[in-house]
């Protein structure tokens, strides 16, 4: 597939699942996949930071062929070798990993995306060629180790404002604050444990898509 019908995919996305196996109430990725998808979302990534990279491969190679079949775009997290190599259709990239310029060099048809912790880091990644960039995190979230301190909501309309390429949002965000986020022109929200911890993982996706629509209208 082709960058550009990627990122025009990329466009109708609205919730945005992201795994994490230890923080999905004794379920497996699969599982969560499955579900995701049974939920109606567009798009899924792939990051496990404490697989080793054989193994993170043979699954992404499944959540490949589950995510081909279902029509929905595959984001893997920090590895564009293993992007590439099961025809992922995206990379999401950290501010530790391969620069955006160095990985469009080597995947010039993928969707490329990076975490961004500032406005300077947002437009460092747009002007290197990045599809998208992320935000955050926007409140505290055990997913960010690395990362200190949260941005808070209002940042979401500062950075976007200044940018031109798409966005979405991540970070503690849940069902219960995910308006303020909306508040601020995001459209696309990223999540962990909101949708993976659920008790009924397709049926908080519904309702998190219902929650973006409204505010879309």
């Known amino acids: 597939m082709k960058r550009e019908v990627r990122k025009q995919m990329f466009q109708q ?3 945005y699942p992201v795994t994490c196996e230890r923080l999905s109430e004794g379920r497996t990725n699969l599982e969560v996949l499955e579900a995701v998808i049974q939920g109606g979302s567009k798009i899924i990534q792939l990051r ?10 043979n699954l992404a190679l499944k959540f ?19 992007a590439l190599g099961v025809t992922a259709d995206g990379v999401h990239l950290g501010q530790e ?7 469009r060099k080597l995947a010039p048809e993928l969707l490329i995306g990076a975490s961004t912790h500032s406005l300077e880091q947002a437009l460092q990644a747009e002007k290197e060629g990045a599809d998208y960039i992320n935000i955050g995190p926007i409140f505290a979230t055990k997913t ?3 990362v200190r301190h949260s941005l808070g909501p209002e940042a979401i309309s500062e950075i976007s404002q200044q ?14 604050n995910i308006d303020q986020v909306l508040a601020q022109g995001a459209r696309r929200v990223a999540m962990v444990t909101a949708i993976t911890a ?9 309702a998190l898509q219902d929650k973006i629509r409204e505010f879309s209208e």
């Open 13 to 15: 996305v609205d919730v």
């Open 163 to 176: 940018i031109k390429v798409a966005f979405t949002v991540m970070g503690g965000i849940t069902e219960e």
């Open 64 to 82: 490949r062929e589950i995510t081909a079949r279902a029509g929905v775009l595959l984001i893997i997290n920090d590895h564009v070798d293993i």
């Open 48 to 57: 496990e930071k404490d697989y080793p990279k054989r193994d993170l491969y």
């Open 198 to 206: 659920a008790a009924d993982i397709a049926k908080k996706v519904r």
């Open 144 to 146: 960010k180790e690395g």
């Open 97 to 103: 990993d391969l620069p955006v310029q160095v990985a």
